[in-house]
């Protein structure tokens, strides 16, 4: 490959990693379409999911691939990150509070690293390549499983770690009574579902004002039987990246540094 050719590759590349409970998965990413360059490579999370063990196995989903050394590598977290630090834990070893993702995960990679929390990296995706592509304004893109997560876009700068499924309204943590967990749990129809979530995103648009509501989440394939049910001021679509946009949006944001 001639230099010229390598130096383009890696301006038009980056490296994400999408951290979850069950599986590390990774994918080399195309940062002009936010598609994949190669197919994504998936390995069970360890159990327990210490940071030792997890960063052992991101490495070996890095070793996968034949990646320039100097390439952008983000990964995602189910935490709080502040400053590449998690402030919290969900489906992951409790002892990862306090511990330097980035840099936990740049040891054992051999690589520089940006770690980001899961919601922020897919509502990021969103904005950058897909239903909220080119809106300007407050985006606000929220995931429905098994709480809510959340991400806030301000004309195309992230502001990290909303954390507005824990929105107390009505006296109960949000995501305990709106999250798709909570509809399955509960054994909700969509009509009955329809109803908490008109509750839930009529409380955030009176905060926040957005310009656009994306719905993420598995069950946002089934955005048809609840979206049209909701009757809010702000527009609200269903998300386009599904699955991949934790790794899209990791790897866009270790590309420009995190913003």
Same mark, same amino acid.
């Given at each position: 490959?001639?230099?010229?050719?390598?130096?383009?590759?890696?301006?038009?590349?980056?490296?994400?990693?999408?951290?979850?409970?069950?599986?590390?998965?990774?994918?080399?990413?195309?940062?002009?379409?936010?598609?994949?360059?190669?197919?994504?490579?998936?390995?069970?999370?360890?159990?327990p999911a210490t940071?030792?063990? #997890? @960063?052992?196995?991101? /490495?070996?989903? !890095?070793?996968?691939?034949? *990646?320039?050394?100097? $390439?952008?590598? +983000?990964?995602?977290?189910?935490?709080?990150?502040?400053?590449?630090?998690?402030?919290?834990?969900?489906?992951?070893?409790?002892?990862?509070?306090?511990?330097?993702?980035?840099?936990?995960?740049?040891?054992?990679?051999?690589?520089?690293?940006?770690?980001?929390?899961?919601?922020?990296?897919?509502?990021?995706?969103? #904005? @950058?390549?897909?239903? /909220?592509?080119? !809106?300007?304004?407050?985006? *606000?893109?929220?995931? $429905?499983?098994? +709480?809510?997560?959340?991400?806030?876009?301000?004309?195309?700068?992230?502001?990290?770690?909303?954390?507005?499924?824990?929105?107390?309204?009505?006296?109960?943590?949000?995501?305990?009574?709106?999250?798709?967990?909570?509809?399955?749990?509960?054994?909700?129809?969509?009509?009955?579902?329809a109803q908490r979530?008109?509750?839930?995103?009529?409380?955030?648009?009176?905060l926040f004002w957005?310009?656009?509501?994306?719905?993420?989440?598995?069950?946002?394939?089934?955005?048809?039987?609840?979206?049209?049910?909701?009757?809010?001021?702000?527009?609200?679509?269903?998300?386009?990246?599904?699955?991949?946009?934790?790794?899209?949006?990791?790897?866009?944001?270790?590309?420009?540094?995190?913003?």
């Open positions: 490959m001639s230099k010229d050719a390598k130096h383009h590759t890696q301006a038009d590349t980056a490296f994400g990693i999408d951290i979850g409970g069950s599986g590390i998965k990774g994918a080399p990413v195309d940062l002009r379409s936010g598609e994949f360059t190669a197919d994504r490579v998936r390995i069970p999370t360890p159990q940071p030792q063990a #997890v @960063a052992r196995t991101v /490495a070996e989903v !890095v070793d996968s691939f034949d *990646l320039d050394k100097g $390439l952008p590598i +983000g990964v995602t977290f189910p935490a709080v990150i502040l400053h590449g630090v998690a402030q919290s834990a969900a489906n992951v070893d409790d002892s990862w509070i306090g511990t330097d993702v980035a840099a936990t995960i740049g040891e054992a990679t051999g690589r520089r690293v940006l770690a980001v929390n899961d919601a922020d990296a897919a509502g990021y995706a969103e #904005v @950058a390549y897909g239903a /909220a592509k080119d !809106v300007p304004g407050v985006v *606000l893109v929220v995931t $429905l499983g098994t +709480g809510i997560g959340s991400a806030l876009v301000v004309d195309g700068v992230l502001v990290p770690n909303t954390e507005l499924g824990h929105l107390e309204i009505d006296g109960h943590d949000a995501e305990s009574r709106a999250s798709d967990a909570a509809r399955d749990r509960e054994d909700l129809s969509f009509e009955e579902w979530l008109q509750r839930y995103f009529s409380v955030v648009e009176n957005p310009d656009l509501i994306v719905v993420g989440g598995g069950v946002s394939k089934k955005h048809e039987q609840f979206l049209p049910l909701l009757d809010l001021r702000t527009r609200i679509v269903p998300a386009r990246l599904r699955n991949a946009a934790g790794i899209v949006g990791a790897a866009r944001l270790a590309a420009t540094g995190g913003r």
